[in-house]
Nanobody, 126 residues
Framework: QVQLVESGGGLVQAGGSLRLSCVISGSMVSTYVVGWFRQSPGKDREFVAAIRWSAGETNYLDSVKGRFTISRDNAKNTAYLQMNSLKVEDTAVYYC???????????????????WGQGTRVTVSS
């Protein structure tokens, strides 16, 4: 059974930074793609970033490129999302999730991810 626990959300002013963490249980983490998604009220869940755990290959939403960085720590089974230069429009609940299927391309659809954390809220004030 795979379990994911996010932390690190909070309230920050525009231009500030936050680092989200996602601790993943299970022994097969090295075979997964770990993704971060976000959802704000009235909007669909949106892909933000993902990392192929074994190779470190990454993929980002265009609007966060250059501001957000996804990484992972093998020893801690933890994925991170470093968010810099935050904007009001980054306000959302952020979720981490895993795609346990093999694919040549990192998937950006939430349908491909079959285990999810509970979410952590990020609020960016102007």
């Amino acid at each position: 059974q795979v379990q994911l626990v996010e932390s690190g959300g909070g309230l920050v002013q525009a231009g500030g930074s936050l680092r989200l963490s996602c601790v993943i249980s299970g022994s097969m983490v090295s075979t997964y793609v770990v993704g971060w998604f976000r959802q704000s009220p009235g909007k669909d869940r949106e892909f933000v970033a993902a990392i192929r755990w074994s190779a470190g290959e990454t993929n980002y939403l265009d609007s966060v490129k250059g501001r957000f960085t996804i990484s992972r720590d093998n020893a801690k089974n933890t994925a991170y999302l470093q968010m810099n230069s935050l904007k009001v429009e980054d306000t959302a609940v952020y979720y981490c999730a895993v795609d346990r299927t093999y694919g040549r391309v990192i998937k950006t659809s939430s349908n491909a991810y079959d285990h999810w954390g509970q979410g952590t809220r990020v609020t960016v004030s102007s």
